[in-house]
């Protein structure tokens, strides 16, 4: 270990530091009043950090750290902002329901050691740190799914625990295939092995993809493994429903794509099953996704289908890039990746906005069925509007930021001639704008029962103004977040 | 980048209004006068836009261009801000402008959620005038799905009946059609690497496409064929016309299912020439079955807005033939889809008008059950001399718009598909049968008690009436103004 290793895991470091120091806050401190700005200033102290770490880097290079099991680049600094980002969202959303419990600082800390765990997620270049950081990511959502400590929440939590601890297992079994195999636990030496012997059309090598994607699957709730989705966003706070929708995801599409890009820079031809694969996954996904939510009548189950379905569409995305890839080069590719990223920022936005409104109206109506939603526009017309657009941008449709990040989408798949995915993609949308739109018609259309009223303070609508008016503005101007999506992912490239 | 304004400020006002009703007033009596007034603002901008589109002396093929080229600008999705009228866009661009105003002046009686009701039918406008004016495929297809959102609500709100359904409905066929269109936009877009309607046609080619020509036009004819409606596909219209309220009827078939039309003949015809020629037995047939089933169909009918629902689909049909008229000689082309492009015109006008005015009727009668009026002309004297007038417009009576393009259309599409044609011709006879068959149910026959107290329109309530009528006579009387415009546009289409 050096100073440079140092440097490039700096921002974790400093996570699993601001985790502790709340620990002890909590432990020395009787005034609880003083935690929630440490732990912004704390946040907000590692987001300069990374901007800072961006700043410095220079774009075309990456810094090995730990004998190259971890890496300081673009991608990952990119993906550290954005989880600082969500943490700092769900911090900002669990006031209301954080301010009676007792065990704030633990609740807090929890969300920065899982968040820490996606930073080091995203920048792993190797297996046994990737699968040590999945598990620091997941293991503080089982007991923050838990959180409530109530039969519902509990269920959640223990089918939680039960499920990620079989598909980790299932990764970690597809790990030791590899390793077996080649005796390596870099991705890039992996690759190397592989494509140097004659193993790589082996039966065995095919399991343990398979074996890699279902875990993965489960991480990103891909269809069929997505059935813990449902319970546990129905079980969990409504916060860390959120977090699991966005940043969860958001964390295992980056590794796959990670993943996938260091083994093509190795050999191209390596995992062309993969994308076959991922087909299955993908259509699954959306069919299974939206066919389901149109049955469902609680906002957080058809929030957890919706977000199903969602995968499916990103997976798309996933594998045009690997059919370009394995067509015409990896140097092509770039379009398709900035499509999936761009894909990731429209719809973690598009929920920001979603979640916030649903916590609001979820806290003041006591209530998660989506009939008692019923005349919100009434009591408050800025709810009901966001509320209205963020659907809106869900189906994507224009003026909204899902509208170009679908398009996009749709796109890369046509360039890598996956006609026949756009089109189930686009009867897809079609589907799903029927129970969206069935949202907002109870919304504006019935009228609300008489003791209704919602609270909520400056802050909150100041938030939720903000992130209407960020899907409108990169629904009409998307550029800026398209240029994001590219310089984020030039260096894979 | 080319800037000349005019366009971007007719299709962009209404958005504005809108932004002002939802922001800015608060009482009542503020937004209907404001909302009045964007609409007159917009109808002059409009009739502005023909009238510097008629001057203008370049010698472009569009007009009036407002341009901006890097709005996205990456090679691998790039989309303009590109805007312009040509003859074919700028009378549709004025029948949109008029039609709003209509449906904006003569919403009076709408008594609940008065602001979002407006902002619906200003972003309506937007939508509209967009998709005519757009000659970017993206933002033509942004557009064309912008509308979807205002009309479900117009349906869903302020509707009647089966309102939901009906909205339901409405809102998926539409949605996939605009998938289909959006689709093909993409796959047009992999093929030549641009949205840009005025440079495609010339990069098009059998060869260059990533899937045969004549399945790209059948997922762009498709398309448009839910939204015109043609046969199969027109379940949604009679229940979405229907269910609306009176100012979303008239906008329903007076502007928006011309947008379908405009797309048949900007981009099936303007794209996939040689495929339309090849395809136009299974057009004209489309066409034959649409005028004389839509005809018959409304022959049964017993609610006067379905009734007039229906004759749409049966009026649609013509514009229809005229398409068909594509695969014969030059002058039959340019024949038959003018005629296509005034039934267009004037279809928005006649049948905005008959919506407008059936919608008056039941506002005082408060049904809609045929059988159950009569004797109407004893107490509403107005009402039924402007019904008879759109009734034997929409019959297409010499003199009245409905008679020239029709004509025109009969004319084109005769050398090319006689015994179709003149199956269609019949078609005429029928409407005869059901327009007038009505207007005599409705307005004459013995005074009805049950409907002594009724009153007769207002004097303001005929004020769009008469716009209407006016605009249906001019184009009855003094047809070549319009035709010749739609004539420009049509040549430069056709190439």
Redesign the interface.
Known sequence: MNLQDLYAISPQICMIVLGMLLILFDLFFAQKILLRPLVFIGLLGIFLLNVFLWVNIDSNKSIDAFSNSLVLDEFGLFFNCFFIGVVFFIIFISQDYIKSSKAKSEYYSLIIFSATGMMLLTSSMELISFYIALELTTLPIVALVAFNRDIKSSEAGVKFLILSGISSALLLYGMVILFGFTGSTLFDDIANIISQSSISNDKALLFSSILLISGFGFKISAAPFHMWAPDVYDGAPMPITSYLAIASKVAGIAILLRIIYSIFHVNINLIGSWSEILIVLSILSMFLGNLIAIRQTNIKRLIAYSSISHTGFILIGVISLLVIVSESGVSNSLDAASSVIFYILGYSLTNLALFTTVTIITNNINSSLIDDFSGISKISPVLAFTLTLVMISLIGLPPTVGFFSKAYIFNAAIKADLIWLVLLGLINTAISAYYYLRIVKILYLEEPSDNLSINFNYNQKLFVISTLVLIFIFGIFPRPLIDLSYIVVNILV | MAFNGLISATVFIPTLGALVIAVLLKKNSHVFLFARFVALLNLILSALVLFSYQISESTDKFKLVDKYEH????D??KVQYYLGVDGFSAPLILLTGLLTAVAIFSSKNITHKIKQYFICLLLLETAVMGVFSSLDL?LF??FW??E??PM??LI??WGSGRK?YSA?KF??FT??SG??I??GI??L??STKTFDITLLPSLIKEESL??PMSIMFFVFFIAFSIKLPVWPLHTWLPDAHTDAPTAGSVMLAGVLIKMAGYGLIRICIGLFPESVSEYSFIIVILAVINVIYGAVITMRQTDMKRLIAFSSVSHMGFVLLGVAAFSGSYDDKVTGLVGASLQMFTHGTITGLLFLLIGYIYEKTHTRYIPHMGGLVHQMPRLSVALTIAGVAALGLPGTSGFISEIIIFIGAFPVFSWFTAIAVFGVVLTSAYILWMIQRIMYGPKLDRFEKTLDASVYEMIPVILLIISILFVGLYPSFITGIFKNGIIQIIG
Request: no cysteine; hydrophobic share 90%; aromatic share 28%.
């Open positions: 709005w996205i600008p990456f691998s999705f993206f297809f942004i799905e912008l979807l959102i479900f609500f869903m709100v939901n339901m809102l998926i949605l996939i998938a289909l959006l689709f993409l796959m877009f992999a990533l899937i």
